[in-house]
């Protein structure tokens, strides 16, 4: 028997509103919206360029990921991938289901719910969108704007093979801790450059993906703090 649909204005309206809803809701919504980070330049300001590239990108190619987080009865959880080895960028790297925007997008958000179908099988009326987070711009030359979901727990996952390998979640509360932030050294093509990165027990968060956590993350903490 297949599931009944849902309706995304009403898929996630629990009886009581979680805290860690509002917190999200009220840093999406702030006034100040998120600035575009380079996380790549944040870190290395000494580099002209991704050591990946022979020349400083011109233009970013626009992209958007979903930012899955699945209300859990328990507790909240992100749901991440792991890239197939086959891909053409980012083989084998842990990230969030997403891709470049296509021309029958109509929005970034569209083309984040659409990739996340395409990668992990959740159909988007299993998906409450709560907001983006502005640009993220990546070493690999994509100008990624991530778009804040939340998952009901009932949905399907079914990852492509071709696509993802694996998948796995981890406590929102986790990747919240900013005390779990690290800031490591990589080196690619003989050039040295620092990457965020938060590791989970076996795996390794880094890149983007944990540069988009901590835009998310900081902007929870700035609003417990103000």
Known sequence: ?????????????PATTAPWRDEISAALSAPEPFDTRSIFHE???????SPIFQRPMKEYRPAAVLF????????????LTIRSNDMPSHAGQISFP?????????????????????EVGIERNYVEVMGDMGLHLGGMGFAVTPVVGIIH??????????????????????????????????????????????????FHIWGLTAGIINSLAKAVHDRRDG
């Open 1 to 13: 028997m297949s599931k009944p649909r849902i309706d995304p204005a009403t898929v996630a309206a």
């Open 43 to 49: 870190l290395n300001p000494h580099l002209k360029k």
């Open 68 to 79: 899955p987080i699945i209300d859990r009865p328990e507790e909240p959880s992100v749901l």
């Open 98 to 118: 997403g891709g470049r925007v296509q021309q029958e997008d109509r929005d970034h958000t569209d083309t984040a719910l659409r990739e996340t179908w395409e």
């Open 153 to 202: 727990p009932d949905a399907d996952f079914t990852p492509c093979p071709r696509e993802v390998q694996g998948m796995f979640e981890v406590p929102l509360a986790h990747l919240f801790d900013l005390d779990k932030h690290v800031i490591e050294e990589r080196e690619n093509n003989g050039v040295k450059y620092r990457m965020p990165a938060i590791p989970y027990g076996e």
